[in-house]
């Protein structure tokens, strides 16, 4: 395509004319690094998020091996199993749920992470009313 005679060479001369005139394809480049479409993080509740960690604490799992069983860090732990957060980004709640299927059906002491803090979680989940994970109802 061949470009106008009387035109300036830019971004929209690369664009509309086909133009690959050295000053249009810089001016493009320059254009797509200022203005180009960053992916955007897809957000979700944090619901099922909450109530699979709330129900992993309620068998024995702290937050600490919550976060490096799943990979999240232990401050996003802590503010989804309190409540603390209003959204998730999808693929953390997607690492939430992982992390619950594959740890649900077991305690911590059955996978060797003996020590105290176990029954103080089910004691606490306890006092606030978290369910373990066989009581919870409708968690698809």
């Not at 509740?45 to 919550?66: K, N």
Request: charged letters at 25%; hydrophobic letters at 30%; aromatic letters at 8%.
């Amino acid at each position: 395509m061949t470009c106008p005679p009387d035109h300036p060479h830019n971004n929209n001369c690369y664009v509309g004319h086909g133009c690959r005139d050295t000053t249009c394809r810089e001016q493009h480049a320059e254009y797509m690094r200022r203005y180009r479409v960053r992916p955007v993080k897809m957000l979700a509740s944090t619901w099922p998020a909450t109530e699979r960690l709330r129900a992993l604490y309620a068998i024995g799992w702290t937050p600490q091996i919550l976060a490096d069983e799943s990979g999240l860090p232990i401050a996003l732990i802590k503010d989804l199993l309190t409540g603390n957060r209003p959204t998730v980004t999808r693929r953390n709640g997607d690492r939430v749920i992982r992390t619950f299927n594959r740890l649900c059906m077991s305690r911590p002491e059955d996978l060797g992470y003996p020590g105290k803090w176990p029954p103080v979680c089910r004691r606490r989940a306890r006092e606030r009313g978290w369910l373990p994970p066989l009581d919870l109802e409708d968690i698809a």
